[in-house]
């Protein structure tokens, strides 16, 4: 029998939800915790396999931790979800709009900027309000939404002060007026499997679960469908969450999320995401 490997560097509901699903579907599931190991890069990497397993479901909180660990399975011809390639474009802001972009995909308008007076000229050109965002990061942690260009000003001073050379790359998008919610739309393999909608907490614009953001049945149209499916193929495909906003002149993706946090759409929606993401694992071990 082909064994799966969860790599994980936190156990959250998610992550319990796909032990659940992966035995009660019959599954020899190893379960790894990245902190408590060391790995021999310059050794025979073939042997990973006896620990983690033919394919491996990657979901470590920290991006630079998965990444890593992504390259180096790969490596040792361990069929990794989501691959290497894809957790590099989605984990990092920039590389997902360059690939969604490329693929003719609508984003809002998005400018980036390494100094604070090239932030105020990506400013002027896009106008107020705009969000920045950091290239990295997720939960709705460091984004601004910036009202004029002292708040800019004051903005870009606090992050030279944190002395993050990430924090030095400025991400900015137009603030898109759009109702107090966005979409997320789970995409496994070649199906959109789910969609809800994200409603902002109180006294809040973002619309993460994380930070108390609701999530509500929504509606997968064929044009919400068709929109997550190549926004998923522009990234290179997998287990992914499409998140969209409805602007003024339709339909905008504004991220794609590679390590996917679905207790929020499962409530929502009622559909057995683990279930469905540990059909797909085993597609994969069929390969």
Not at 2 to 13: A, E, Y
Not at 77 to 88: K, Q, T
Not at 216 to 235: G, I, W
Request: glycine content about 8%; overall charge neutral; charged content about 25%.
């Amino acid at each position: 029998m082909m064994t799966v490997g969860l790599v994980s560097d936190r156990i959250r509901w998610d992550e319990k939800a796909l032990i659940h699903a992966a035995s009660k579907a019959g599954l020899d599931l190893k379960i790894i915790d990245p902190k408590g190991i060391f790995i021999n890069v310059s050794g025979d990497l073939k042997e990973l396999k006896e620990t983690f397993g033919e394919v491996v479901l990657e979901r470590c909180v920290s991006y630079f931790r998965g990444l890593h660990i992504a390259a180096v399975l790969e490596k040792a011809d361990i069929h990794v979800i989501n691959p290497f390639e894809v957790s590099l474009i989605c984990g990092n802001k920039i590389f997902t709009t360059l690939a969604l972009s490329e693929a003719g995909i609508p984003v809002p308008k998005t400018h980036m900027a390494f100094t604070g007076n090239g932030v105020l000229k990506a400013l002027d050109d896009m106008g107020f309000p705009a969000v920045m965002k950091p290239v990295v990061g997720s939960w709705g942690r460091l984004v601004a939404l910036i009202s004029d260009r002292e708040s800019a000003r004051a903005i870009v001073e606090s992050r030279e002060q944190i002395r993050n050379a990430l924090l030095r790359i400025y991400y900015l998008q137009e603030y898109i007026e759009r109702p107090p919610r966005d979409i997320r739309v789970l995409v496994v393999g070649e199906e959109a499997v789910a969609a809800s909608y994200r409603y902002s907490p109180k006294d809040d614009w973002r619309t993460n679960v994380a930070r108390g953001g609701v999530s509500k049945p929504c509606s997968l149209t064929d044009e919400l469908r068709s929109l997550a499916l190549r926004a998923a193929e522009a990234v290179g495909g997998g287990v992914l969450a499409v998140d969209c906003m409805e602007s003024p002149s339709g339909l905008l993706v504004h991220e794609v999320n590679s390590t996917v946090e679905f207790r929020g759409l499962c409530s929502a929606t009622g559909v057995d995401v683990p279930g469905r993401i540990i059909e797909y694992v085993k597609g994969m071990m069929k390969r």
